[in-house]
């Protein structure tokens, strides 16, 4: 008993927080699962607030999410003090839809001391956080583990793989981070370093080829898609702005 509370509490802390386990009871009531149409796009706005499902992560304060308008749009402000929480659409996207993704995104700073590679360093000032289906047989007996733990806390499974974009501070763009904690957790970065802050920054990926890159096998489908801004880690503050995600 005292090892399996000390690996929840591990667990908690690091991995459920990173694996869209829903956390049940502790967001609002689960949304719809949002299905890609036979042909055409999907397309997520800020202001849809009927996909959008708050999750909060045990143990942790809140990042505060709001609309905000710029200009002609709205937009997603997220402000974190010493937080993480994230908003998540639930999806059934097959595996042989799985193709473009565009997003876009804004920090205000980044935070001192952050580093995804760190187990208790691991802040990102923006994420948008994709989760997939697959074989969980294959899972290794840790992972197997990690996942049932998920589960009996949250309610929910942990994902058979988490693809994460990330804004880093020093790690290469377009190096791959293995969570230290479990390698079903993968994050791909996409900016690196202060030279772009307080600029909009768009995106143009192949979800699949990123996917293949990072984890070495073709994805199943996409069960999750989430955005996340957090500092609990580094005890610091961080404002960020997210815009649409489209995907098609």
């Known amino acids: 008993m005292v090892f399996a509370g000390s690996w929840a509490r591990a667990c908690l802390g690091s991995v459920v927080s990173v694996t869209l386990a829903g956390c049940a009871g502790l967001g609002t009531p689960p949304a ?23 999750v909060a992560l045990p143990g942790k304060l809140r990042t505060a999410f709001k609309l905000e ?28 839809r799985l193709g473009r993704l565009q997003f876009e995104w804004q920090v205000e700073n980044l935070l001192e001391g952050a580093n995804m590679a760190e187990i208790n360093q691991g802040d990102s000032p923006v994420r948008l956080i994709l989760a997939f289906e697959g074989d969980r047989s294959r899972f290794s007996a840790k992972n197997a583990m990690l996942s049932d733990l998920t589960e009996a806390i949250t309610g929910e499974p942990m994902p058979y793989a988490t693809l994460m974009y990330v804004w880093s501070n020093h790690q290469a763009v377009e190096s791959v981070i293995v969570h230290p904690r479990t390698d ?40 999750a898609i989430a955005v996340m801004t957090d500092s609990d880690n580094t005890r610091s503050q961080v404002r960020a702005w997210y815009g649409d995600i489209r995907l098609d």
């Open 184 to 223: 079903r957790v993968r994050k791909l970065v996409v900016e690196s370093g202060p030279q772009q802050v307080k600029q909009w920054r768009q995106y143009r990926r192949n979800l699949r080829a990123d996917f293949e890159r990072a984890y070495g096998e073709a994805p199943g489908a996409l069960v």
């Open 32 to 54: 719809q699962v949002v299905s890609m149409p036979a042909q055409g796009t999907l397309l997520f706005t800020p202001q849809d607030k009927a996909k959008w499902e708050a």
């Open 69 to 96: 308008k710029q200009g002609q749009r709205q937009v997603l402000q997220a402000d974190a003090q010493s937080s993480a929480s994230m908003l998540r659409q639930r999806l059934n996207v097959p595996a042989e």
